[in-house]
């Protein structure tokens, strides 16, 4: 069997890993083997969004780069689709698998399936029901059109069946991405937040004490936001910043490792230097797996737009703060369990749910299949799928 696998942009690599690793396990083990090719749109091509995942947790090179780069959605999506179509006409896989909801995810969902290829989509059938989020079109259009559908939870497959997918087509196989983080976790512990600090601190920041991670490490608050609903609009961001840098770290430091987007936007809308020279917020390069996931474990609490961060606060307790008004993944929502609350954009309503999750401990949880060994489940279903 010849299976192309594709990833684009950071939140698919660490989906990805497991599932390579599982390839490689069948391989040892069995006499008919899985020939496998794994296609890089270049959709993140810096190194610290990219390669650094790459080596971090071992996947192998892409066979193959399209390079595509930034550009709007439609460039980046169309571009993928030519370059892709040429990859599928030479290699003819059986299967092409898309994980997640970038655009990648959709383009070459798209191509496999004009070209009579089968399409297994992992994570399948998350909804946030808000078709502005350029992910939401993606998940929509490749659950559409996928023949294997591999989900995470069961409210997912409730979703899909909602839609009509045919039972035949579902298989609820778990979090791939909790694989990731069970076979990385006894690592990330053992990193120093010292030199997690010191090497990933953006130059220019001589206003920030690094002595303060030398013996033990300080309370601090956590955050990440690249959504387009919150950083490209001034209007949005400003305020979001005053709250940030007037009132959170009152209460502590505030590590922020920034999203290429979002360092963009902020320079563009003259915050930069707001964040900059506020000596209690410490601006960070994108980080390496390891080391995001040394500083989740060690948070007070996170503030977030990620949707793969309120899944790993979940996992490890992290008391989270949603800046969305909706969540594709509500399992890792309090109401059902989980880490984190849906807070939105409005500062009110930020500042209310901040002083009351200031209150709780870590509470790690473990939704069903969330268990290390998602990639299994998916390789068996691919194997055994017959409609
Ligand atoms: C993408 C995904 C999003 C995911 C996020 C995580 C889509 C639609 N969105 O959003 O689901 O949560 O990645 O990171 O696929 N840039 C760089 N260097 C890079 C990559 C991007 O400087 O390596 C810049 C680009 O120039 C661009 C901006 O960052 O202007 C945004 O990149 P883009 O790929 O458009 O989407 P993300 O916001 O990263």
């Not at 915050?271 to 060690?298: A, C």
């Amino acid at each position: 069997m010849k299976i192309i696998s594709v990833v684009g942009a950071r939140p698919n690599f660490m989906k990805i890993a497991p599932f390579i690793k599982e390839i490689g396990r069948y391989n040892e083990n069995s006499d008919c083997k899985v020939d496998h090719i794994l296609v890089h749109t270049g959709q993140h091509y810096d190194d610290r969004m990219s390669k650094a995942f790459f080596r971090a947790l071992n996947i192998p090179n892409a066979d193959i780069n399209l390079g595509i780069g930034s550009g709007s959605h439609a460039e980046q999506v169309g571009n993928t689709m030519i370059a892709f179509e040429k990859v599928l006409l030479e290699h003819e896989p059986d299967w092409v698998i898309v994980l997640g909801d970038v655009n990648a995810t959709l383009a070459c969902s798209v191509t496999a399936k004009k070209l009579h290829i089968k399409v297994c989509h992992i994570e399948a059938g998350l909804r946030s029901e808000d078709e502005r989020m350029p992910e939401e079109i993606n998940r929509l259009v490749t659950d559409r059109l996928s023949d294997l559908l591999l989900t995470p939870d069961m409210l997912s497959v409730e979703n899909l069946k909602k839609e009509g997918v045919p039972d035949s087509r579902i298989k609820f196989v778990g979090n791939i991405m909790i694989d990731t983080l069970e076979s990385n976790r006894s690592q990330a512990a053992t990193l120093s937040m010292n030199d997690i600090i010191k090497n990933n601190i953006i130059g220019d920041q001589n206003n920030k004490d690094l002595k303060l991670f030398d013996d033990q490490t300080p309370t601090f608050s956590l955050m990440t936001m690249h959504r387009p609903s919150n950083v490209d609009h001034r209007e949005i961001l400003g305020p979001i910043i005053d709250f940030l840098s007037n009132e959170v770290t009152k209460d502590m430091i505030l590590i922020w490792p920034i999203h290429p987007r979002t360092q963009k936007q902020l320079k563009a809308f003259d915050l930069w230097d707001v964040v900059k020279n506020n000596k209690r917020i410490y601006l960070l390069h994108p980080l390496n797996y390891h080391e995001m996931l040394k500083l989740n474990m060690e948070a007070k609490i996170m503030l977030t737009d990620s949707g793969g961060l309120q899944e790993e606060c979940t996992v490890l307790g992290t008391p989270c703060l949603t800046l969305r008004w909706n969540t594709e993944r509500p399992i890792t929502l309090r109401e059902h369990g989980g880490a984190s609350v849906l807070v939105g954009n409005n500062i009110s309503q930020i500042r209310n749910e901040y002083i009351e999750t200031l209150k709780l401990h870590r509470s790690p949880e473990r939704p069903k299949f969330w268990d290390g060994k998602t990639s299994y489940r998916c390789l068996n279903a691919i194997l055994n799928f017959s409609l």
